[in-house]
């Protein structure tokens, strides 16, 4: 009959006769005897007995609608909504890239019925809290680190009682995010803004074990599982930006990106607002006008060449020691057998010449230390005497300022390519491992 039903798809009459009989034979299904090698058992029901299961959807056609396909969609249409968020909440714990971690957690927003007003200063965590309670088990765990971490005696005093509780944020690498972590947990309306609307960093750094722990209590090992399980103690740059965005969003701290600082301007007493417009390719869930965004606290956390720093003309100090050239350089991890072989290492020439000699025998690169992490990346950082850089020819002309010593135009890239893959070989990674290149295609 299935056969025959599906050979008369053609023909819209003889399906229709078809699946009417199949109905009748479904309403009246012959009796079946018991198997001999299950006595003194019940036989259970199973739900795809119906031969109506096996027919494909798209061999249907435009036939009659079943009753029983009625029944079955409303019985599936009573919890749709638990279904959507345990969905949407996988996919926000899994999402790598800014734009889909954004995307996911408005999904979730919408699951759970929950409105993140920027201009609100709302605590939407305990309805973000009882909306996931029984959505994923990480969730669980999630909740329960930051009570944990709530309990400490450092939160006692809410920063929303103090006349600095509106905060602006300026950039969202790992000291920006953690600020804003820490800042909402003490019960700031916390705002961040990041130029940047990707994540291009690929260092891996190297952590204390009392690292470890705080990461720990900002729920890097609830986004990140791998966190902290190998011998030697670290975490990418990215995998860290990546889990504090997730722990600000469930929060609450509102986290744009696409967003420039070009300075701020007096809104009302006490309380400033962002110049300029708000352009970006995207942004967080319901994001409002940068003129809306007030605050009465700046903290510029955007890096060496800092524009808030620029903005307000704050002094700096720089302290500057004997001169080091250090190379860092990353390589596509290919997770084949030869490249899991490769044991992390940190050292240094003072304790291990016999390996740096071996390797300035052979390729002529003469370094002090050297430091190999494997991630996302084969991640390598050396330190290179500034001779054996010279007599690679890495320097187009020598110079007497390291600034312009190590500018890009005074460097030759293919020569410095090389000199790094001399030092991979020598740590025996393959050949066929590529340079990790940036987000625009070159090399970092």
Same mark, same amino acid.
């Given at each position: ?6 050979? %008369? ?5 003889? =399906?229709?006769? !078809?699946? +009417?009989?199949? @109905? /009748? ?87 759970? %019925? ?5 201009? =609100?200063?709302? !605590?939407? +965590?305990?309805? @973000? /809290? ?315």
């Amino acid at each position: 009959m299935l056969k025959q039903l599906r050979l %008369n798809k053609e023909n819209p009459q003889n =399906a229709l006769r !078809d699946y +009417t009989a199949l @109905l /009748k034979s479904i309403q009246s299904p012959p009796v079946r005897p018991r198997p001999t090698e299950r006595k003194g058992k019940e036989r259970k029901d199973r739900k795809n007995d119906s031969p109506l299961q096996a027919i494909p959807s798209d061999n249907l056609g435009n036939l009659p609608d079943s009753p029983l396909l009625k029944d079955k969609e409303s019985d599936s249409a009573e919890q749709p909504t638990k279904i959507s968020l345990q969905y949407c909440l996988t996919k926000f714990r899994n999402a790598e890239e800014v734009p889909e971690i954004l995307n996911r957690f408005e999904e979730i927003l919408k699951n759970c %019925n929950i409105s993140l007003d920027p201009s =609100a200063k709302e !605590d939407v +965590t305990p309805k @973000l /809290k009882e909306g996931t309670a029984h959505g994923a088990f990480w969730c669980r765990n999630l909740w329960d680190v930051f009570s944990c971490k709530q309990e400490q005696s450092v939160y006692s005093v809410p920063v929303s009682e103090t006349p600095y509780n509106d905060v602006l944020i300026v950039g969202a690498g790992p000291a920006g995010l953690s600020a804003a972590i820490e800042l909402k947990m003490m019960g700031a309306n916390v705002h961040v803004i990041e130029k940047r609307d990707y994540l291009s960093r690929n260092n891996i750094l190297h952590l204390w074990p009392w690292t470890v722990f705080y990461l720990k209590t900002l729920n890097t090992k609830v986004f990140y599982p791998k966190f902290a399980t190998g011998g030697i103690e670290h975490v990418g740059t990215k995998q860290l930006q990546r889990s504090f965005l997730k722990s600000c969003l469930c929060l609450g701290v509102h986290v744009y990106y696409g967003v420039d600082f070009d300075g701020t301007e007096e809104a009302e007493e006490g309380r400033w607002r962002l110049k300029g417009e708000y352009l970006p390719s995207f942004s967080a869930p319901l994001a409002p006008k940068l003129s809306e965004i007030r605050f009465n606290t700046l903290i510029g956390a955007d890096g060496e060449h800092s524009k808030v720093v620029d903005y307000f003309s704050i002094p700096q100090k720089v302290t500057k020691g004997s001169l080091c050239l250090g190379i860092t350089q990353n390589y596509d991890h290919l997770h084949t057998e030869q490249e899991l072989t490769i044991n992390e290492f940190g050292i240094s020439k003072v304790f291990n010449q016999k390996f740096f000699a071996g390797m300035k025998e052979k390729y002529g690169t003469d370094l002090e230390n050297l430091v190999y992490y494997r991630g996302e990346t084969h991640y390598f950082v050396m330190t290179a005497t500034p001779e054996s850089l010279e007599s690679r020819g890495i320097f187009y002309e020598k110079k007497d300022n390291v600034c312009d010593l190590i500018s890009p135009n005074n460097i030759n890239i293919d020569n410095l390519l090389a000199y790094t893959r001399d030092v991979a070989t020598w740590c025996n990674l393959p050949d066929y491992c590529p340079v990790t290149k940036n987000n625009l295609g070159g090399f970092p």
